[in-house]
């Protein structure tokens, strides 16, 4: 009786340890998600890599992981209002539809507060302020202009639904091509001599050329007509949801200018390597 007893005994401890085992494997993050959606292909905001580092992050349903200033801000703002991140990699002209359907929280994504845009979103504060450049070949007969009619039979290209298209039109006659889907494919399109011209945010810019020797920028002394929201990004949230909207400025108005400088300048440089 004592033997079985004991058996009994050592059987059942066996079991409640393998029953809290398997519980402590089947923990959930019980935090309220925080679902961002980012193109995961715009550098130095976003952009895509294939091994876990100390400072990217999982994109939902791939094996891949985030990285670049967005997720960086994405990141401070889960952490500082108690969520669990999320990331989803959707294509530029999705993002919006994306955040109307629900299935995503925010929009981090290098977006400008238009007009346009404000129709369908609500956007948060800035959360960076940069200038529009045009990136070239090194060797380009445009590389020494200076003004918006310097370039005077360019081909140009722009990204599809962005600021950076429409702003081809300030360029005196010039070539306004197709715009393209994503930044890598428009600078595909210039090494291969489709485009000449292209016209980025200068951190993006500064991006393409840390990784692309052969390329360059260039400012304009005269350049585009541009209002302010035009040269400042902000995090859209769904219409209406003010809640969020309120949060997110809070989180944004902790982080100091030098802060948000580093991280962009952190960005640039783990980009190119």
Known sequence: MRKFTRLFTLLFVLVLSLLVTSCKGQETDDRPTFTVGMECAYAPFNWTENVKSDTNYPIEGTSFYAEGYDVQ???K???QLGYR???KA???DGLIPA?????IDAIIAG???TEDRRVNVDFTVSYYRSTHVLVMASNSKYVNGTSLNDFNGANVVGQIETLYDSLIDQLTGVNHLTPLADVPTIITSIKSGRADITILEEPVAKGVIETNPDLTYIKLTNGFNVSEEDVCVAIAVKKGNTELQTKINEVLSSITESTRNEIMNQAIVDNAE
């Not at 955040?99 to 299935?103: H, I, M, P, S």
């Open 77 to 79: 703002i889960a952490d």
């Open 85 to 87: 991140l999320v990331i």
């Open 73 to 75: 801000i994405a990141k």
């Open 99 to 103: 955040l109307e359907a629900g299935q």
């Open 90 to 92: 959707i294509e530029w």
């Open 111 to 113: 977006m400008s507060d």
